[in-house]
């Protein structure tokens, strides 16, 4: 039998009580002072430093920063044609045996075009001649096959590029627009799901009106391999711009170049808040189809949002499926005022 030293136990009780107690008197001292609340979709209160949320980039891992990626273009090695059209050269290589912490604790075997999922986007201007010069280290085989207009076997579906293999793409830039690329192997499903696509922007020849231009690609990941998706994102990592804001300024356009290229789910969406858009299916149309706070886009379906936000403070933007939005896909659009804007 255990005999229990009921003074030690009484001593104990009281020290635990004591201990308990500081945290109503001076909860400062005991909460991290980092720490930030957030206010999820359902109402579930969540407080975080935002940081430890990330994933932690371990070295052997692909590494991505969605922040970087929001805002990159690629405009390819540029020349002049004896023509005068622009030539735009691309080197494009697809890997199929990397790592990728796409939530905390969770690796996945991404297959990457120029090592990152999405792939790089790619800008033109209408009439441009872009020159891709594909290359295929991984085991697989692989394709790129890019949505416009261009020549049959130029298309990326029967030139099969075996493993070590290599292909150019050459075709002219059009129509003006935004355009998924995507790997086109069977089984299309595997290969789009597990990261082997990319933006393809075609820019009309006058341009458009300047703006703070950015692009989203709605992605998931099948992390169990059951054909459902268990994490949803903007731009690959969940809740990414929820810890880390976007910020944009008031009466500032913001363009979104928005590209839903979730598998397994036929739909997927996207909801703003505190604002309405200007929405131009596909961005092949220099006038608005529609004026909205909610699109609905099927697999590879996309479009151009235009924007302006008039008061400043923290919205959100998400799927209004909310489940993608409970898995990953929410951000928030920091809005500053022009002034107070750092540049
Ligand atoms: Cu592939």
Redesign the pocket.
């Known amino acids: 039998m255990i005999k229990f030293n009921s003074k030690l136990m009484l001593t104990v009780i009281v020290a635990a009580v004591f201990v308990a107690l500081l945290y109503f008197v001076f909860p400062e001292m005991i909460e991290a002072q980092t720490e930030e609340t957030f206010v999820t979709h359902s109402g579930a209160v969540i407080k975080t430093t935002g940081d430890i949320l990330d994933p932690v980039y371990l070295p052997q891992t692909v590494e991505f920063d969605p922040q970087k990626y929001l805002r990159e273009f690629s405009y390819g090695r540029v020349s002049t044609l004896d023509d005068g059209r622009t030539l735009r050269e691309f080197t494009i290589i ?1 890997e199929d045996d990397k790592v990728m912490e796409i939530s905390p604790g969770v690796f996945y075997n991404v ?1 990457i075009f120029n090592g990152t999922v999405p792939g790089p986007t790619i800008r033109a201007t209408e009439g441009d001649v872009v020159r891709v010069n594909f290359i295929n280290k991984g085991s ?4 790129m096959h890019f949505h416009g207009i261009h020549q049959a076997e130029m298309d990326g579906v029967f030139e099969i590029v075996g493993s070590g293999g290599r292909f150019t793409y050459e075709f002219e830039a059009g129509p003006v627009g935004v355009h998924p690329y995507h ?1 086109h ?1 069977m089984p299309l499903e595997e ?1 789009i799901s597990h990261g ?1 696509y990319g933006v393809y922007i075609v820019d009309p020849k006058e341009g458009r009106p300047p703006a703070d231009e950015m692009v989203m690609v709605l992605n998931g990941f099948d992390t169990d391999f059951d054909t459902e998706n268990n994490f949803y994102a903007a731009n690959t990592i969940p809740f990414y711009y929820q810890h880390h804001p976007i910020q944009i300024k008031t009466n500032q356009l913001i363009r979104v170049y928005v590209v839903n290229m979730v598998e397994f789910d036929p739909i997927n969406n996207l909801h703003l808040h505190g604002n309405l858009y200007n929405y131009y299916p596909t961005g092949t149309d220099t006038v608005p189809s529609t004026f909205t706070d909610m699109i609905t886009l099927s697999q590879t379906e996309r479009g151009i949002m235009e924007f302006e936000y008039k008061y400043p403070g923290k919205y959100l933007f998400h799927a209004h499926k909310v489940e993608f939005s409970e898995k990953g896909w929410v951000g928030i659009f920091l809005v500053k005022d022009s002034d107070e804007m750092m540049e």
């Open positions: 697809a297959w697989k085989s692989h394709t790997c192997m290969h082997l």
